[in-house]
């Protein structure tokens, strides 16, 4: 697919000054359109024009077919779609560094002697870079918003009225020079089509997404402004009165103090030199979610990626973050997908399968025969399939990182609060994440966990259960198949069988041992809570019981110790 390093690292950048639903539709667009479109999409295509086969031998006459047919590939078409849909955010995230580069530039001229007459001083950045969205930058963030809807809706309607939904597995052409009304035949129409509706399916994701972003960013705002008016509205208890001089509080205070040791010590050089290494770091490491890994994956392995199954480094990335947030059985489960189905599936079942298609053989020369016949016995390939198994069982887990992340995110800026307001009493406090960001799974996010590994429980059946009814288990040598344009029942043998059948077999062994973690892990969790619940309960035998005395019994045992004390002074 080429290399989409510079683009994810870019937008990988727009994370840390994004919505929370933007950053769920950066996962989007990472996750289920580049990697799916590279790792999947791309090798079902391949060359797809000399798989186009038309039942004459006339010279040039495949070639007009196929251009009139698609005039643009599907693949090419993906990836201008996704290239047009971010650019809009590239335009955002352009604005958004020119304010942080222009609100340091003022710290900068703060810091320095004479600084303090400056009338302006930072509004969309705060001292660590972080980015507050509003005033323009909000007006920024919706525009992009509404052309990211308005090219997303052209993407999907512009491939209707191309192609359509459904890739059609025979096409009529009577274009010049074919001599008569010939019929082409697809190579694998049905795994196609099933590309075909789930890229449209996320692009429907993505535009749902952004609307929703659009509408939570507009009222949020109506919600502050109108916030904003009920403070200013004129009553007897808060009567109009003319502005007067703002007399410095406490705070600005020592604001005031702290600027002027830093002049002190840095003698106006340094602080200059600090503000471009804060820029710089900023530039460097910002974001949510890091690229380190996609960053080793596109230096040096450009070769590598184009032989095996493309780009796997954002979600090796994104997965390698959940491990200091699972369980032990968890970490055992990710290290099982990396090592056992990633890397196997990478290095070595791509090159067993290849282009399967062009070396199945079948005892005829009827054309469009094979290629009907090959769709019939594998709607989908095996390697196709295994992509989207490990893409769709990693999903939960993802949505669990993204649960952990905003409970991290919510309660650090509850100890920022906490720090900033020490002598108030605060009613929260921090309950799942410590200062060095380790979570604790209790509580809601305990319930998600469950949730993720029941969820991964149910698709890692489905695919298992998918896989014996789409093929079996074995890879048999020898298809029949009497499909239309194939002049009788033909026989089709396929390449490496035995070898075919030895990674199945594997695939199914590995997929049998993650339901099986899974399973461990929740039966592990719910025993650990349940543990947990008795550690907390006081047991029987250390409650007091005193017995209960009515007022009869009361007055009985006064009345003898007042009989027993008399007998003893007597």
Sequence with gaps: MGDWGFLSTLLDKVQSHSTVIGKIWMSVLFLFRIMVLGAGAESVWGDEQSGFLCNTQQPGCENVCYDWTFPISHIRFWVLQIIFVSTPTLVYLGHA?????????????LASPGGTRLLKVP???????KVKIKGNLLGSYLTQL???????????????????????PMFPCSKKPCPFTVECYMSRPT???IFIIFMLVVACVSLVLNFIEMFYLLCTRVRCGSRRRTHKVTSPENPASLLGPRWPTTEDSLKQNKLNMEMESSHSVGGSLDGAKDEKRLLSDEGVFSTDLQIKATNGNSEYQSETMGEWGFLS????????????????WLSVLFIFRIMILGAGADKVWGDEQSNMICNTKQPGCKNVCYDHAFPISHIRFWVLQIIFVSTPTLIYLGHVMHVIHKENKLREYMQKHSGSTVVKSPKYSDDKGHIQIKGNLLGTYMTSIFFRILLEIAFIVGQY?????????????SRVPCPFTVECYMSRPTEKTIFILFMLVVSCISLFLNVVEIFYLLCSRSSRRKSKTVPASAIAIYPRLNGDSQMKNEKLSLHDASHSTA
């Design 469 to 481: 009814y789409l093929y079996g288990f074995i890879m048999e040598p020898l298809v029949v198949c």
């Design 123 to 129: 509004k969309y950045t705060d001292e660590k870079g």
């Design 317 to 332: 990335s994104l997965l390698d973050k959940v491990q200091s947030h699972s369980s032990v059985i968890g970490k055992v």
């Design 146 to 168: 509404v052309f990211k809807i308005i090219i997303e809706g052209a993407f999907i309607l512009g491939q209707y009225y191309l192609y359509g939904f459904v890739m059609v």
């Design 191 to 193: 795994e196609k089509t």
């Design 97 to 109: 560094m020119h304010v942080i580069h222009k609100e340091n530039k003022m710290r900068e001229q």
